[in-house]
């Protein structure tokens, strides 16, 4: 971690410190405790009893929950509190959206580190892992966006919610705001932009980040169309290279040096996503411009989390963001890539676990408590 990462990291620190809740303590203790359990648990392993929820447009979405244990009765002891105001952990939901060509087990150590602590919601998006094909018209992130509604809607319909999102899971959540702005703080509490953006993209880097800058978002769009059109040569291609894949897969979702089984992890889930679906998403990312609904996101506490070596959405996306969103905290993860939920998965849950707790309570969010908002979550 760099000079500044730590000073920043101290910082955010002290500005937890001071908020003086009991709960910030006791919760930040508690997910510690937890923690290296997706170490334990092999890759893509976590599952609960699948749901299906239908979309507007009829496609069935694979849709998990993990519930909390029947007897925890969990609740965040403040001072100053009456019993009746204590926030209850247990009346908490957080909803997880996984990016582009992954699916749900991509959240692995999140979901790992928070079972048994909240209740958890993880669900394939559409034409992704489990969930049904879309139709190529329907493949956008504004669906992707009433999909996350609807899910809520049927498996969180009360308390209040924290939406997690990482690279298109993030676009999701922006793109909710857009539609649905007066969700954020009534249903929805907080919200996690893990890796992700509101625009700005070079479009060819997030299908084929080893074609140079210099090609243009209609090239990039000549040249997917007209992969698409052969995709069943396109999918025998992936199959044979595989071992060039798990090369391309190491050098752009992770940023250091990291298990084997994390790339192959990787891999298998972007392998296992049909080119189809690939070129049917693609136009979203040059099409994405949703900076100007970010203001929507200050309502609420607001967790921005991103790798410094990401060369797909690159670190500049989220300090743009950062500074778009009055009252949003910035956690830059030194050296991580695209996949820093898994690369650097300790530090992101612990920024999670922060940003828990100023859901359940906006005062003990470091934005309240600090003097520089743009401070890093430990």
């Not at 060509?101 to 602590?117: C, E, K, V």
């Not at 898994?342 to 828990?356: G, K, P, S, Y």
């Not at 600090?370 to 979550?377: F, K, L, T």
Request: net charge negative; proline share 4%.
């Amino acid at each position: 971690m760099s000079w500044k990462s730590r000073m920043l990291t101290a910082a955010g620190a002290a500005g937890v410190a001071a908020a003086g809740t009991a709960y910030g303590v006791a919760r930040h203790r508690h997910i510690i405790a937890n923690r290296g359990a997706g170490d334990v648990a092999r890759l893509g392993s976590l599952h609960s009893e699948p749901r299906i929820v239908v979309a507007s447009d009829g496609v069935e979405l694979h849709v998990e929950v993990d519930e909390l244990p029947a007897e925890s009765g969990k609740r965040a002891r403040h001072r100053g509190r009456s019993r009746s105001d204590e926030p209850r952990v247990g009346d908490l939901t957080v909803v997880f959206v996984h990016g582009f060509t992954l699916n749900l087990d991509s959240w692995h150590f999140q979901r790992a580190g928070y079972r048994g602590q909240v209740r958890t919601v993880f669900y394939d998006q559409r034409s992704h892992g489990r969930s049904g094909r879309a139709s190529r018209e329907n493949s956008t992130i504004e669906h992707c966006a009433e999909d996350l509604l609807q899910v809520i809607d049927e498996v969180a319909p009360d308390g209040p919610v924290v939406l997690v999102g990482h690279s298109m899971g993030g676009m999701t959540i922006v793109a909710l705001a857009e539609s649905h702005p007066e969700l954020f703080g009534t249903r929805i509490a907080g919200v996690g932009l893990v890796a992700t953006t509101a625009g700005g993209l070079s479009p060819l880097h997030m299908i084929v980040p080893v074609i140079p800058e210099g090609f243009g978002a209609d090239i990039a769009q000549r040249v997917i169309a007209g992969l698409a059109r052969g995709s069943r040569v396109i999918e025998h291609m992936r199959r044979l290279s595989s071992s060039v894949a798990l090369v391309v897969t190491d050098m752009f979702a992770f940023g250091d040096e990291v298990p084997a089984a994390y790339i192959e992890f990787v891999d298998q889930m972007i392998s296992a996503t049909p080119f189809d679906v690939l070129s049917e998403f693609f136009p979203n990312f040059d099409a994405l411009d949703k900076f100007s609904v970010l203001n929507a996101l200050e309502r609420v506490p607001t967790a921005i989390i991103c790798g410094t070596s990401d060369k797909l959405t690159s670190i500049g996306h989220s300090r743009k963001m950062q500074k778009a969103i009055a009252g949003s905290v910035l956690t830059e993860c030194e050296g991580a890539g695209h996949m820093v939920l898994i690369e650097r998965h300790e530090q992101v849950n612990a920024a999670l676990d922060q940003l828990i707790g100023g859901a359940l309570d906006p005062s003990t969010w470091p934005a309240q408590t600090a003097p520089d908002a743009s401070v890093e979550a430990p």
